[in-house]
């Protein structure tokens, strides 16, 4: 499947009622970390949810909000360093 890159319009659209002091997290199904080729932020939003009432995760919390971006790596990595 062919990834799209994210256009400042759409991030801004994305930012839209975000709060200012939410955290931004990172998000792949590529594993960007390990940089073998073009990272490709393709997508960002903001995830918020509470759980049922009653139920908590482990550190006694009741809600998740953060804003993420979502990005994947090329590929296009060809195993050599680049000489300069």
Same mark, same amino acid.
């Given at each position: 499947m062919k990834k799209k890159a994210l256009t400042v319009g759409e991030l801004r659209k994305a930012l839209e009622g975000v709060p200012d002091n939410l955290e931004v997290q990172l998000s792949s199904d590529t594993g960007v970390d390990q940089g $073998?080729?073009?990272?490709?932020?393709? /997508?960002?939003?903001?995830?918020?949810? /509470?759980?049922?009432?009653?139920?908590?995760?482990?550190d006694g919390s009741t809600e998740v909000d953060y804003f $993420?971006?979502?990005?994947?790596?090329?590929?296009?990595?060809?195993? $050599?360093?680049? $000489?300069e």
């Open positions: $073998e080729g073009e990272i490709i932020i393709e /997508s960002a939003k903001r995830v918020n949810y /509470s759980l049922p009432e009653g139920r908590h995760f482990e $993420e971006i979502y990005a994947n790596d090329t590929g296009d990595w060809d195993g $050599e360093e680049d $000489e």
